[in-house]
């Protein structure tokens, strides 16, 4: 290259090792992979826009879904989560921390920055393995009716949510349970709700403090609660009790909201995975001291980048799907 | 590798004495956003919920505001954007930002046409 060109304006032109935009190669892929994986959680979440758009009367409203916090009893709308966010944004300083150390050659500032950001990524990736959890053995029950619509239960004093297991009434019935030794072909039962159809409506029926509450939201932003005759004529229609969420049905509400939980938090939760993992990788590698040697710590900025950016996507995820 | 730092933000209003403190301000900075907006989520203000602006509550604007402020620090400050080159920064900023306002726009106008068609259709959904 130098031998054929000679000023380094060429040089520039000409595709030579200086940087007209300022930024190395890698530190420029990284960001331009960081602008295509914006672009797919940018999808993601306008196709959470549109089918939140297309059932906008209908929709869970996500403080009566996400009220729990570890080790607690009771409602607590939002606070875990904003926990969580606070968690995220904690280890991104402390990743820019170490980016800032790295600059100045300060190995074991790095070091214990890397190891803080690991951490931090390790919280939040458990915190997220909760709200999974919880969301999916789920809090009250449901009955989902023919057309596919979940009506819950709410007390009549007091307008809070009832448990199914408040008020159903077991039926004493003499299903015999399937065993491996009676079948040709066996199947596992499978997992079974812990209530009938028959169960909840001989409880709603024993109990005149039991409403049910539709799917549809009202003129204050609340979800509509029957009369006890509408709730009557309304559980006729009922199919089958849910408990918890899955991909195919879901106690809060429309079963879109359960699916795009799961995958827009999950496409998340594997980024922040692997973005502990690489962090992982780059701490090694700083402790053995190749960045050292190299003379800079520029990987660990590039890291850093996916780190952050994993954060950014958080503030979004949290604003769409928990705030708005 | 260039080492120099932008140290203010808030367009100069708040200058800080080194790279390390601006990240801790920053870090405050966001926080408090943060905060507020749970705070608003909690509470949910009357005066907000009940407003609506271009066909949204206005309390759903101040989020998604609020969002936009945090990404920008984000970006600009934990990702070193406002020390890169404008014409890199530039690139890497609006190709999404268009793409995205485009893509909202399109599905967001769909999704309430359908919506239309469910909730005036001569076909019940909820039987």
Do not use: C
């Not at chain 1, 190299?294 to 900025?301: A, K, N, S």
């Not at chain 2, 949204?56 to 984000?74: D, E, G, P, Q, R």
């Not at chain 2, 990702?79 to 930002?97: C, G, N, Y």
Request: aromatic residues 16%; without cysteine; proline residues 2%.
């Amino acid at each position: 290259m130098n031998s054929t060109l000679t000023s380094t304006k060429e040089n520039t032109w000409g595709g030579g090792d200086s940087q007209p935009l300022g930024a190395s190669y890698g530190k420029m892929m990284m960001w331009f992979f960081l602008v295509s994986d914006a672009l797919t959680f940018s999808g993601f979440l306008a196709a959470y826009g549109f089918s939140r758009f297309k059932f906008i009367e209908t929709w869970p409203i996500a403080d009566e879904v996400f009220t729990h916090v570890p080790f607690t009893h009771g409602s607590y709308p939002m606070i875990y989560v904003a926990l969580m966010t606070f968690i995220l944004i904690m280890s991104s300083v402390t990743m820019v921390l170490a980016v800032d150390a790295g600059h100045k050659m300060q190995k074991n500032k790095v070091i214990w920055y890397m190891f803080l950001t690991v951490i931090g990524g390790a919280i939040f990736v458990g915190s997220q393995a909760w709200e999974w959890n919880t969301f999916i053995k789920g809090d009250n029950g449901a009955v989902e009716t023919k057309g596919g619509r979940i009506l819950q239960f709410v007390k009549a004093d007091s307008g809070e949510r009832a448990a199914l297991r408040d008020f159903a009434i077991a039926i004493p019935g003499d299903r015999v349970a399937h065993e491996n030794k009676n079948g040709i072909w066996f199947y596992d039962e499978g997992y079974r709700p812990s209530f009938s159809v028959n169960e909840v409506v001989k409880g709603f029926k024993a109990n005149p403090n039991i409403l049910v509450r539709t799917e549809t939201i009202n003129e204050e932003g609340h979800k509509t609660i029957l009369s006890r005759e509408e709730s009557l004529r309304k559980l006729k229609s009922a199919t089958q009790v849910v408990e918890g969420a899955n991909l195919i049905h879901n106690e809060y509400g429309s079963r879109l909201f359960g699916d795009f939980f799961f995958f827009i938090t999950g496409f998340h939760g594997f980024h922040v995975l692997s973005g502990v993992v690489i962090n992982l990788i780059i701490f090694f590698n700083v402790v053995i001291g190749t960045y050292e040697r190299r003379g800079h710590y520029e990987m660990v900025e590039k890291v850093g980048l996916y780190w952050h950016f994993v954060d950014l996507v958080w503030v979004f995820v949290f604003t769409f799907f928990y705030l708005v | 590798m260039a080492h120099e730092h932008k140290l203010e933000i808030f367009r100069g209003l708040l200058k800080f004495k080194n790279n390390t403190q601006k990240i801790w301000g920053v870090l405050i900075f966001l926080s408090l956003v943060t905060a507020v907006e749970v705070i608003l989520g909690i509470i949910k203000p009357e005066s907000l919920t009940d407003s609506y602006f271009l066909g949204m509550k206005l309390l759903n604007w101040i989020f998604i505001i609020l969002t936009l402020v945090k990404a920008y620090y984000i970006a600009w400050d934990f990702m070193h954007l406002r020390d890169e080159k404008s014409a890199f920064r530039r690139s890497l900023v609006w190709t999404p930002i268009f793409l995205v306002i485009y893509l909202t726009f399109i599905l967001l106008t769909e999704a309430d046409y359908i919506y239309e068609v469910y909730k005036d259709g001569f076909i019940t959904w909820n039987f």
